[in-house]
């Protein structure tokens, strides 16, 4: 999941510029993330957006834009009315489903990040970089490019502390986790094997399945 | 007798480091390197130490050469992609370099351009692999290239790893290392003799030469800085004490230099000094030691 955050409102207003009107979309979010103040927020921008000479034709907030936008737009259409771009309070999943199903312009209004928690169970790439030619047999099923912070293949840099990583100390050193479970598993010796560099064509052209 | 000689025929070779400056200013490093000029066996260039943008490795690696010196060309992975790393190498040949030293880098984070993008493209042991191919007369590629390098490559192992399991997998790498063909080692800075003879006995069976790592303690409070924020260097609090308490800290931290290298004239096969802007400090140190 990514979580976002809501970008300095004068970067918004930037966007504005050549805007007459506008209609402001806010996701609901998805099942962990960013359901919080969803209300609220459309309050706080609608307030923000009165007086600097835009038009606010209405405003929605939806759940799962990121897979639902098409269906959103579809049934909002009479809503929406005929505003000269979107706004839209979502991750960059969220504003690129709708950039995708609408010719308006659409402006993101926030920008996104990766959270801790899904840093640790997401699903999606932050945890496999779909790399094309996976490694976790080698690695105690945790993958080193993305568990590390410089994608390492072949064991901890020197920036290793105390089991935490260089960037920071709230960061775990992710090779020190692999060489724990490798260890608990009695796999050393596979733990030794020299793992190649990546094949980046396989990472750029990915295979949807 | 240039650096892989020295290390076949001493018994104890002695390298040093030097850091670009920020800029194009190269007359005070060339000053250094004359004083240590024919003092050390080696000189190592940083590459972008501690990930601050400064003026090249291989160019002052190819100035010392001009200057009678046998540098060592620190290569780090974090700025460049297999690509430029395999060419590097290449114009670092013909500059007339002859060891490499190979690193992972530090992360751009740390540094003064923390917004750069990390490459990371290689590691420090698939870039062993890749100067032991591009001796051979390939690239990565699998290319043939028209005259080849015979580069003699290095890498580097933090003996003072402060958990067991950073330890074993320091020892780990090392070997990974040496299968990918390092031919010797440079270590973090050492302040424990006794940990460190610990450590050379574990890694003895390798065969591989390990020049201990040395950084002259310009303070206590540079003690203390490396102990809360550089990974593997720790320096015991009697040390500290002894900058602390002292009233010509230059003449304490040669003191502490050589008795580190004495030591370690009996545990391991050189030492390398890391004099972070003392340099001109290192031949005091030298004939201290007699060396």
């Known amino acids: 999941m990514i979580k976002f955050e809501q970008k300095p409102f004068e970067e918004i207003l930037g966007y504005l510029t050549n805007d007459k009107s506008i209609f402001i979309l806010r996701c609901k979010g998805c099942t962990k993330v960013n359901q919080a103040n969803a209300e609220s927020d459309i309050m706080d921008m609608k307030g923000k957006i009165e007086g600097k000479g835009i038009d606010i034709t209405g405003s929605a907030i939806k759940g799962f834009l990121c897979m639902k936008a098409k269906s959103v737009l579809e049934e909002l259409s009479e809503t929406i009315g005929n505003p000269s771009s979107l706004l839209i309070m979502a991750c960059g ?12 312009i659409v402006h993101p209004a926030c920008n996104s990040f990766v959270d801790k928690e ?35 293949l072949n064991g901890p840099c020197g920036g ?16 020190v986790l692999i060489f724990e479970r490798m260890k608990k598993l009695g796999r050393l010796k596979e733990f030794m094997s020299f793992l190649e560099p990546k094949d980046y064509r396989k990472i750029q052209k990915k295979k949807i399945a | 007798m240039d650096f892989k000689e020295a290390l076949k025929s001493k018994n104890f070779v002695v ?37 601050v943008m400064r003026l090249g490795s291989m160019a002052v690696c190819h100035l010392l050469k001009d200057h009678g010196i046998d540098p060592i060309f620190q290569m780090t992975c ?5 690509l430029a790393l395999q060419s590097d190498l290449l114009s670092a040949w013909v500059l007339g370099i002859r060891n490499v030293l190979a690193l992972t880098g530090d992360h751009p984070t740390m540094g003064d351009h923390p917004q750069a993008m990390p490459v990371f493209d290689l590691d420090s042991v698939s870039l062993l692999r890749v100067i032991g191919r591009l001796n ?22 933090n003996p003072g790893a402060d958990t067991e399991a ?3 997998m320091q020892i780990i790498k090392m070997e990974k290392k040496i299968e990918a063909g390092a031919r010797f080692f440079q270590t973090q800075g050492i302040y424990d003799l006794k940990l460190f003879e610990k450590f050379m006995k574990r890694v003895e069976s390798f065969k591989t030469p390990v020049l201990g790592g040395v950084i002259l303690l310009k303070s206590a409070g540079m003690a203390r800085f490396m102990n809360k924020n550089v990974a593997g260097v720790f320096v015991p609090a009697p040390l500290i004490k002894e900058m602390e308490e002292t009233k ?4 304490t931290s040669i003191e502490i230099a050589v008795r580190l290298i004495r030591g370690m004239k009996d545990i391991c096969q050189g030492v390398h000094i890391m004099a972070i802007g003392w340099e001109k400090k290192i031949p005091m140190v030298l004939k201290e030691v007699g060396l």
Not at chain 1, 124 to 134: A, K, P, V
Not at chain 2, 136 to 157: H, I, R, S
Not at chain 2, 248 to 251: L, P
């Open chain 2, 166 to 168: 950073a330890l074993e």
């Open chain 2, 15 to 51: 390298t040093a480091e030097i850091g670009p400056m920020k800029g194009t200013d190269v007359q005070e490093t060339l000053k250094d390197a004359e004083l240590i000029k024919g003092k050390v066996d080696a000189i190592n260039v940083t590459d972008l130490q501690s990930s």
């Open chain 1, 160 to 175: 290793s502390s105390h089991g935490k990583c260089e960037v920071s100390k709230e960061i775990d050193c992710g090779w």
């Open chain 2, 136 to 157: 051979e007369g390939f690239d990565m590629g699998g290319n043939q290239l028209k005259g080849a390098p015979d580069f003699f490559p290095g890498a580097v192992v």
């Open chain 1, 118 to 152: 899904t840093l640790k169970t997401g699903k999606r790439e932050y945890r496999c970089r779909t790399c094309g030619d996976c490694v976790l047999e080698f690695t105690g099923g945790i993958c080193p490019l993305t568990v590390c912070s410089k994608g390492l």
């Open chain 2, 78 to 82: 974090r700025d460049r992609n297999r």
């Open chain 2, 248 to 251: 010509d800290k230059v003449k």
């Open chain 1, 93 to 104: 999943l969220g504003v690129q489903s709708v950039a995708e199903a609408t010719d308006k």
